[in-house]
């Protein structure tokens, strides 16, 4: 249903030219030819960055050179991401598996059908427009024939306005997460000292983990305990969760059983950790692991929030990586040897000192999950703002001399 006022057009009505796409074959790169924007390039490549066809091959294809007002899309691989042209884009063109969209001023305004593409509904018909198996992309025909709502101008403006604050609004707390992930690892740094020169001051103690803990290898006691992996950003999570299905099949029979407070190292290296990450069991009261993780637990006297802030803080990677003596993985793990990890060595302050130090790291956590939910709200947040927005559900007030 079409709200009061409102339009409903297909994509190309609504420009000023043809919607097309670009360069078909770029050629040689020219380093002082015309650039030419690629998917990878969205949302915010440098000009710098660009591949660079000759005059003769641009001039070609006249029609994608893009002009202020312009948005660009995304024909395949991530289909339907979309942005402005940006002032440093305009007079380049664009490559084939990106789509020049002329949106007409008289009808739309740019920043509104931007939002308009990304909303849900238009992503989803995208989707579903889409064709090909290997490489699944839509084509011009198809994305010209996209049906987007379309109010009245002056609406369209308050709509793109409000959208774009809570934009700016999202931007803002992502850059202070960001902040605070860096004065984070700064201040680990600092209290924990430098991995790469493996002091830190005030502490003269290092031990290996083997003086600090024992090595635990139990088998499961027969009884019913979730079976879990590691994720390298979010710890101990149900194996049916993350790959929705049961992963494990028989092999579970030889999966170690860790209890609360117990540490597991998965060899497994990840853009997070490159050497493997290591984690502690504190949302399960117990689960079952892989037998090819390293686990173990800290003897009496220790702080276990110390050491858990340590190994967060990647202490151990420089360590770890002297270990590979190979860029050959076994399955996707590093071939680290479990008696050569638990070698590795750690520093190890007094007790009193080490629960200071997860004292300060502790209040950092906690600023950084606080804008994690703030950050999470605001997105989820704008999500139903643009759902009822972009659908008519919820009217923004216009003055009837700008209706006019």
């Not at 899309?73 to 042209?85: E, F, M, Q």
């Not at 709509?159 to 809570?166: G, M, Q, V, Y």
């Not at 999470?376 to 923004?396: I, P, S």
């Amino acid at each position: 249903m079409v709200p009061e006022g409102w339009v409903k057009a297909s994509l190309s009505s609504i420009c000023r030219d043809k919607i097309s796409y670009g360069v078909v074959q770029t050629g040689e790169h020219i380093p002082d030819g015309v650039p030419c924007l690629r998917v990878a390039d969205l949302p915010s490549g440098s000009v710098g960055a660009m591949i660079r066809t000759s005059m003769e091959i641009s001039n070609s294809y006249k029609r994608t050179i893009l002009q202020h007002g312009d948005i660009v899309l995304a024909l395949r691989g991530d289909i339907g991401l979309s942005c402005l042209v940006k002032r440093e884009w305009v007079g380049i063109n664009i490559t084939r598996g990106v789509a020049r969209i002329p949106a007409d001023n008289s009808k739309v305004f740019p920043e509104f059908l931007l939002w308009e593409l990304r909303s849900p509904r238009i992503r989803g018909e995208f989707l579903r427009r889409a064709g090909g198996s290997a490489l699944q992309e839509i084509s011009i025909g198809e994305l010209r024939c996209v049906s987007v709502l379309i109010p009245p101008l002056p609406e369209q403006e308050k709509i793109a306005k409000i959208l774009s604050t809570w934009d700016q609004a999202i931007a803002t707390t992502e850059q202070l997460l960001e902040n605070s992930h860096q004065q984070k690892k700064a201040l680990m740094q600092q209290l924990l000292g430098s991995p790469e020169s493996n002091t830190q001051s005030g502490v003269k103690d290092f031990k290996r983990i083997s003086d600090i803990a024992e090595r635990i290898q139990r088998k499961s006691d027969g009884c019913e305990h979730p079976v879990l992996t590691i994720s390298s950003l979010s710890g101990f999570v149900r194996q049916d969760e993350k790959y929705s299905r049961f992963m494990a099949g028989k092999s579970v029979e030889s999966y170690i059983l860790l209890r609360r407070g117990e540490f597991a190292y998965n060899k497994g290296n990840s853009k997070t950790y490159e050497f493997g990450c290591i984690f502690d069991l504190e949302s399960f009261e117990t689960g079952l692991v892989p037998h090819v993780y390293v686990c173990f637990k800290l003897k009496p006297g220790l702080s276990h929030r110390y050491f858990k802030y340590l190994f967060e803080a990647d202490y151990l990677k420089p360590q770890l990586g002297k270990l590979v003596n190979t860029g050959v993985r076994n399955n996707g793990l590093l071939n680290i040897k479990p008696s050569d990890f638990m070698n590795a060595k750690v520093p190890v302050p007094v007790l009193d000192e080490q629960e200071r130090i997860a004292d300060i790291l502790h209040a950092a956590s906690m600023q950084i999950s606080s804008l994690e939910q703030r950050l999470a709200c605001l997105m989820q947040e704008k999500k139903a703002l643009m759902q009822q927005l972009l659908t008519g559900k919820r009217r923004v007030k216009v003055d009837e001399l700008e209706l006019a």
